[in-house]
């Protein structure tokens, strides 16, 4: 790693003064797990890291909104955090579920809500349940603030809309009690890997009548990715052998999937096709 | 005076000599090692797998501040005029020279006091290259225009490759044949003839202490203190490089973080040396986890077998041709090639045998040695094989190898007859703890269950010596002073066990000296499972000679033979105070007879047989070709094991090592180029993986010729492990996978070949 | 530009100060500054546990966490578990059980363990699983390891109720 400097700014104004410019080199950095990677390929040489651990107004805390519609979750939540909320296990199981396969216990402890969502890597877990459940992600900035549906932060490959000083502040997960929730973590080498496919599926039923969902595919492209024509193939029919089918077909038409050591493009395909029909004939089926 | 017991030290599963260092963190690795005035080496490597080296512009990297000195090959020459190495072939230079063969492979390196200052210095330096076609494949390369080397260069020490040396225009470092009966009658009167090609893939042994070696070198001495499995072997190289005496030479080695094959002959010792030459400093190496994957690794490898068969199920003949992919240099791979290829007929008796074995160059990062030197591979062939065959003929697996199996008292491939090789036993035990003869639940639906078994052999490099030195100090204690290395396989723990068995000493008791080649005598290296029986005879006899020796100073003081005066008393008397010592001495080396460089046949090709089975059940998911190994059995024979505790970490251990070879390690290469160097692609087991139902066992045994009835067991598990899981899926499913590794998408398409995949839900 | 700062923390119970660097990491701190071996760099990347440290009671990678953010933190490795008393359960069920080889990976596993007990005092196989798979042993002293937890958890247990 090249010589850097860090800054602690104790408030959001002092960060975003530390950010100002547009230099690449200069970027804010929370757990610092997968920025410390980063550094250590030197893909990423810092000049200054923006620290947001002083903040005084922390980015932290999980809690229901106002109205209770939804909860908020601050930036800074570490992953163990999550996953001891007895908020999110009571209104996002999946989150809670999808945890244990998630990373490692060291990393849990110290990898924060925000930094994930900014680092934009495609195999990350959280990302794709997020937007599956409809999350926001509130961004603030020197300009002010914005609420953006977190699949609308991805932009490509490690990549995100970002702008350089913006800051995720926190996460607004609607609580959505008539919507079944699941999370496919599909390793295809050791089980302790990164996802070949992710699959994160939201629904809504009446019956096996699947009256509005959302299907999220990661790890296989470049960016989470819903699959649009999946969910109209399925939005308000009968969860049955011929509209997982078409569902399927739809998803392995519009994924744009490549193949890497984790698997070929075509195997991808397959598993994609098997494991969206398994996962939404299980939320069916509940 | 030490702790007099009557309990025997053989056999007892005493913990490890050195558990209390290890629990507590305090344990000496070289990882940890710090020298005032130390530099640090980091080193810029290759992007491309084959080309000549037009320019390399250090003048960034000189110029960083902080940084010592840059060095190339032209700087080593300067302090090493011939700066080529191997333990076959003098075939590696120090830093690339000229050429770089494969891409990771060592250009230049920075030195710097501050590790990292080297490392960003590496980032400026640059190279030019004129590409050359590259070689990847290893029966293409046997054969292509593309030559890895000009010239072969056979080092002296190896008298079966001398006929190579000059050699020009070939990729073929060493051409083994064993040739028994006459196949070609056999196969042209045969019933039946079956024939298979396997491959395996490239895998990386990955300590996790990566490669590291300091070197120091102070007033006209060189010391290295390196994670070295033979430092013996290092002074010897090392001296040979710079012409110095060995005595000049001293390798210090403390415990290794794992090194299973890979911590063999020179691996950073050489650019060391060099670079601590011209800095007059002492010098650091310690390679990353992604780096050590351009270190060595385990041959992959194509194995074309083909089998005449009679009427009634007996292999009459056996024709085996194997093509072993060494990458860039030759390492220790001509002799992988041999040892591995004079057992590759399998652990059958069989009358008429044909093996040809050839190490070939290609343009990929070394391969060298990595427990079971080559037997997993030509297991993973000879096993799927005899399945196939059993399979075809209608005969129960079980019973077509038990038609067959080699039986102690009948000559092997190579004529040297089988001895205290458990084969049948083994077979029968695992059987039983499959429940062989007992139906199995196939499931239905998608999931199809089935299971698989395998058995091997391997022979043990041969012939190589080790020298023990027993000390007996004035208070009676004991120090041992071995050069085995314990790099995890507990061998201080062992060693002690057996001194402590001839002189009646609690194995807690004694000190076991490491490795300091100033002060521990020859061992040829610890490797290939040989450390119990040869070190282990060699300290059995140092403590026998100690023994006698106090019986000796018993009689010089006018004692009565078996007097129990005890040994700090016997000092005293002789003495008059407390001082002196007792020194005792062994050295060891199996008797062993050169194979026929034609036919491979000697009347004693192995001082003894590593010998194992493995069973498994598998459950596959036939719409995706995921599976899961529910169920492993490990059956080994070890001879008495000396240590039941460790014996059974061994078995464990290389069984869960080879599970990896098997189902999810794979170094896989794009243009070239590798791709999976890291554990975050590169994967091996975690606790998640391995069977959740998973036995060890050894079958009762005894290694008449090893010290009190012992053997190797390190390496016993590891060979037919890979064949076991691929036959338990092709009796679940009912497909063949020939090439390693099984993994669920080789499952799946052979499945869809097949026509069994199901059509979607 | 890049400047060292005076960090201070709690080190094995010992209030300590250190320059470091922005770069400095934690594993390269304990090990240079401080001579504690136990937590060792391996993988690099956070998946092989060998660097495990524990700061403000919770285990973290000691390669990925810059030695920069230790200012005021609470830091336990390896080293603080042997007390005058002895080893600590985990310690010496890891020696019955003969849960390691080489011991390269030991203390990260160890520091593992005593926080998995700490969360689950009677975890399952499945949860002992689960929670050290973020941990490797290329030995693969898995079976062992499994042992020594249950070994560990017992003894905890008994040494609660008596």
Not at chain 1, 16 to 35: E, M, N, S, V, Y
Not at chain 2, 229 to 248: A, K, M, T
Not at chain 2, 290 to 316: L, N, Y
Not at chain 2, 404 to 414: I, M, V, W
Request: charge should be neutral.
């Amino acid at each position: 790693m090249s010589s850097f400097e860090i800054v602690e700014p104790r408030t959001v104004e002092e960060a975003f003064g530390f950010l100002a410019g547009d230099d690449p080199a200069i970027r804010p950095i929370a757990g610092g797990t997968a920025l410390m990677l980063m550094m250590k390929a030197q893909v990423f040489r810092p000049v200054r890291l923006v620290s947001l651990r002083a903040l005084d107004n922390g980015f932290t805390g999980i809690a229901p909104g106002h109205d209770g519609a939804m909860i908020r979750i601050g930036a800074m939540t570490t992953f163990s955090e999550l996953e001891r909320s007895a908020e999110i296990r009571r209104s996002f199981p999946v989150v809670t579920q999808a945890m244990k396969r998630l990373a490692n216990v060291r990393v849990r402890n110290v990898a924060t809500v925000g930094g994930n969502l900014a680092h934009a890597d495609p195999h990350l877990d959280l990302p794709p349940i997020w937007i599956a459940l409809g999350a926001q992600v509130l961004i603030l900035g020197p300009g002010g603030e914005r609420a953006v549906p977190v699949e609308e932060i991805f932009a490509g490959y490690y990549e995100t809309t970002l702008g350089h000083d913006d800051l995720i502040a926190e996460l607004r997960v609607p609580v959505r009690p008539a919507w079944r929730s699941t999370y496919v973590k599909v390793t295809t080498r050791s089980a302790h890997d990164w996802p070949a496919l992710g699959l994160a599926v939201s629904m809504a039923l009446k019956g096996r009548q699947a009256t509005d969902l959302r299907i999220v595919l990661s790890a296989a492209t470049d960016r989470p990715t819903r699959l649009i024509a999946a969910e109209a193939a399925l939005r308000g029919g009968e969860i049955d052998r011929s509209s997982l089918r078409r569902a399927g077909d739809a998803a392995a038409e519009q994924a744009n999937i490549e193949s890497d050591d984790r698997g070929s493009a075509d195997y991808k395909k397959h598993l994609l096709r098997v494991y969206l029909a398994r996962a939404l004939d299980s939320l069916a089926g509940e | 005076m030490a702790a007099v017991t009557p309990s025997r030290q053989i056999g007892r599963s005493i913990p490890r000599l050195e558990a209390r260092g290890k629990v507590t963190g305090r344990t000496e690795y070289v990882h940890h090692l710090r020298l005032p005035g130390m530099l640090h080496g980091k080193i810029f490597r290759s992007t491309i797998p084959h080309g000549r080296i037009k320019r390399i512009d250090v003048s960034a990297a000189r110029a960083l501040e902080g940084v010592h000195s840059v060095v190339t090959i032209e700087d080593i020459r300067t302090v090493i005029p011939h700066p080529y190495y191997g333990p076959a072939f003098h075939d590696q230079p120090i830093l690339a020279d000229g050429k770089v063969r494969f891409a990771g492979e060592p250009v230049a390196v920075v030195l710097a006091a501050d590790r990292r200052v080297a490392e960003e210095a590496v980032g400026l330096i640059t190279a030019e290259y004129e590409e050359l076609p590259a070689v990847h494949d290893e029966v293409e390369a046997a054969t292509s225009p593309v030559v890895v080397h000009d010239e072969l260069k056979p080092a002296a020490t190896f008298p079966d490759l001398q006929h190579l040396k000059g050699r020009r225009g070939t990729n073929v470092a060493l051409d083994y044949q064993l040739l028994r009966g006459d196949p070609d009658a056999a196969f042209a009167s045969a019933a039946h003839v079956f024939e298979h090609t396997f491959r395996t893939q490239q895998v990386m042994h990955t300590p996790l202490e990566p490669f590291v070696a300091v070197a120091d070198v102070d007033g006209g001495r060189l010391t290295l203190h390196t994670a070295s499995q033979n430092p013996s072997f290092v002074r010897i190289e090392i001296s040979r490089l710079l012409g110095w005496p060995e005595n000049r030479v001293r390798v210090k080695v403390p415990f290794l973080g794992g090194g299973f094959g890979g911590k063999l002959y020179i691996k950073l010792e050489a650019l060391v040396t060099a670079l601590s030459l011209l800095a007059r400093r002492p010098v650091k190496i310690s390679l990353t986890m992604d780096e050590q994957f351009f270190m060595v690794t385990r041959h992959p490898c194509t194995f074309r077998i083909k089998s005449a068969v009679s009427a009634e199920g007996r292999i009459t003949a056996r024709e085996c041709e194997i093509w072993w992919n060494g990458g860039a240099y030759a390492d220790i791979g001509p002799r992988v090639t041999q040892k591995a290829g004079f057992t590759a007929a399998g652990p059958y008796d069989i009358e008429n045998v044909s093996i040809r074995s050839y190490a070939v160059y290609t343009n990929r990062p070394p391969a060298g040695a990595l427990r079971g030197f080559g037997a997993p591979q030509t297991a993973w062939a000879y096993e799927c094989h005899t399945d196939m065959i059993a399979a075809a003929l209608g005969i129960d697996q079980v019973e077509f190898r038990r038609r067959n199996l080699l039986h102690n008292g009948r000559p092997q491939a190579s004529g040297t007859v089988l001895r205290d090789a458990a084969l049948g036993l083994v077979l029968d035990h695992l059987a039983a703890r499959m429940n062989w003869s007992r139906p199995l639940d196939r499931g239905s639906g998608r999931i199809r269950r089935g299971r698989g078994l395998a058995i091997g052999f391997k022979g043990i490099t041969a012939p190589t010596t080790s020298v023990a030195v027993v000390n007996l100090y004035a208070d009676g204690s004991c120090a041992l002073y071995v050069g085995t290395v314990d790099m995890g396989q507990g061998s201080d723990t062992v060693m002690a066990q057996i001194a402590g068995e001839v002189l009646n000493i609690d194995a807690e008791a004694i000190r076991v000296i490491h490795s300091d080649t100033d002060v521990t005598p020859y061992d040829m290296g610890t490797l290939g499972s040989r450390s119990t029986f040869h070190m282990g005879t060699a300290v059995r006899l140092a403590a026998e000679d100690a023994k006698r020796k106090i019986a000796e100073l018993a009689r010089e003081l006018g004692l009565p033979p078996g007097t129990n005066v005890p040994l700090d008393e016997l000092f005293r008397r002789k003495y008059g105070m407390q001082a002196g010592n007792i020194i005792g001495t062994g050295s060891f080396i199996p008797a062993y007879e050169k194979p026929d460089p034609a036919t491979g046949q000697s009347a004693n090709v192995t001082p003894f047989w590593g010998v194992a089975g493995t069973g498994a059940e598998v459950e596959v998911d036939t719409e995706t070709g995921e599976f899961k190994v529910t169920r492993l059995v490990n059956v080994a024979d070890v001879g008495t094991a000396l240590n039941p505790k460790l014996v059974q970490a061994q078995l464990s251990g290389g069984a869960i090592m080879q599970f990896g070879f098997t189902t999810s390690e794979n170094m896989t290469f794009r243009d070239g180029q590798l791709t999976t160097n890291s554990l975050a692609d590169y994967k091996i087991p975690t606790l998640l993986d391995i069977p959740r139902d998973f036995i060890n066992e050894i079958v009762e045994s005894r290694q008449e010729s090893g010290p009190f009835g012992g053997k190797g067991a390190g390496e016993s598990t590891t060979i037919a492990l890979s064949p076991a899981v691929g036959n338990a899926v092709a009796d679940a499913v009912g497909v063949r996978l020939t090439d390693l590794p099984v993994d669920a998408e080789a499952v799946f398409r052979a499945l869809t070949a097949a026509g069994i995949a199901q059509a979607q839900s | 530009m890049s400047t060292a700062r005076t960090i201070r923390f709690t080190l094995n119970g010992s209030p300590v100060s250190a320059d470091v660097m922005p770069h400095e990491t934690l594993v390269d701190v304990l090990q240079q500054r401080f001579d504690l071996r136990g937590a060792r760099e391996s993988c690099g990347q956070g998946l092989c546990g060998c660097c495990t440290v524990i700061v403000d009671s919770q285990a973290v990678s000691g390669c990925l966490y810059l030695a920069w953010f230790l200012d005021g933190r609470t830091v336990a490795t390896i080293e603080s578990l042997e007390t005058a008393k002895g080893l600590d359960p985990v310690q010496e069920a890891f020696i019955e059980a003969g849960a390691f080889q080489c011991g390269f990976c030991t203390s990260g596993f160890i520091l593992m363990v005593k926080q998995l007990l700490d969360a689950i005092p009677d975890p399952s196989d499945e949860d002992i699983r689960h929670y050290l798979a973020g941990n490797l042993c290329r030995c693969s002293a898995y079976p062992e390891i499994l042992d020594a937890v249950r070994i560990a958890a017992k003894r905890r247990a008994d040494a609660v109720h008596s």
